[in-house]
T-cell receptor, first 114, second 109 residues
Framework: NAGVTQTPKFQVLKTGQSMTLQCAQDMNHNSMYWYRQDPGMGLRLIYY???????DKGEVPNGYNVSRLNKREFSLRLESAAPSQTSVYFC?????????????FGPGTRLLVL | RKEVEQDPGPFNVPEGATVAFNCTYS??????FFWYRQDCRKEPKLLMS???SGNEDGRFTAQLNRASQYISLLIRDSKLSDSATYLCVVDNYGQNFVFGPGTRLSVLP
């Protein structure tokens, strides 16, 4: 079991460029999440998908779009990258919404927008 | 006021010391609570869940005080390998985790 995988590991973009961050999980989890982590800020939720076919905004959705392609895959798209989107992006998954269910994280994507 | 607050530290302690972290949360309806550990430039990983009655896992003890809305983590006999950032996590409504900013721990030889 690979758990949660993310690609790419690193990316440098110029302002205005677009890109898609890929995430996949092989644990048959229903829920998937995208977070960003900035120094001193902790992890902040961008978007989440409670189940295949549904997506919802989190705390900081502006400038991002997501697609829950199937149960395994949840992608995050930056249509026009801005320097403020320089961050580390983590994808996570979880069985569902039950009490005491934990989230499992991918290794992260480090994004630099110049 | 942030929904989950932690002292950012750093806590610098010698090997073998006992260290405690506290975390406060603002949403009284929060359902589940966790401590995650994050090593430098790595993803967060579950350290332990926090149960109402308190729970222990080896050298780690977690406590929950719902009345005062705080969670604690106690680490006994600190090891060099315990050096990391410890994230307090609160689960609201069974869907969304809210992460604290983390507390940095450095265990010194």
């Amino acid at each position: 079991n690979a758990g949660v995988t993310q690609t790419p590991k690193f990316q440098v973009l110029k302002t205005g460029q677009s890109m898609t961050l890929q995430c996949a999980q092989d644990m048959n989890h229903n829920s998937m999440y995208w977070y960003r982590q900035d120094p001193g800020m902790g992890l902040r939720l961008i978007y989440y998908s409670a189940s295949e076919g549904t997506t919802d905004k989190g705390e900081v959705p502006n400038g991002y779009n997501v697609s829950r392609l199937n149960k395994r895959e949840f992608s995050l798209r930056l249509e026009s990258a801005a320097p403020s989107q320089t961050s580390v992006y983590f994808c996570a998954s979880r069985v569902g919404g039950g009490a005491q269910e934990t989230q499992y994280f991918g290794p992260g994507t480090r994004l630099l927008v110049l | 006021r942030k929904e989950v607050e932690q002292d950012p530290g750093p806590f610098n302690v010698p090997e073998g010391a006992t260290v405690a972290f506290n975390c406060t949360y603002s949403n009284s309806a929060s359902q589940s609570f966790f401590w995650y550990r994050q090593d430098c430039r790595k993803e967060p990983k579950l350290l332990m869940s926090v149960y109402s009655s308190g729970n222990e896992d080896g050298r780690f003890t977690a406590q929950l005080n719902r009345a005062s809305q705080y969670i604690s983590l106690l680490i006994r006999d600190s090891k060099l390998s315990d050096s990391a950032t410890y994230l307090c996590v609160v689960d609201n409504y069974g869907q969304n985790f809210v992460f604290g900013p983390g507390t940095r721990l450095s265990v010194l030889p």
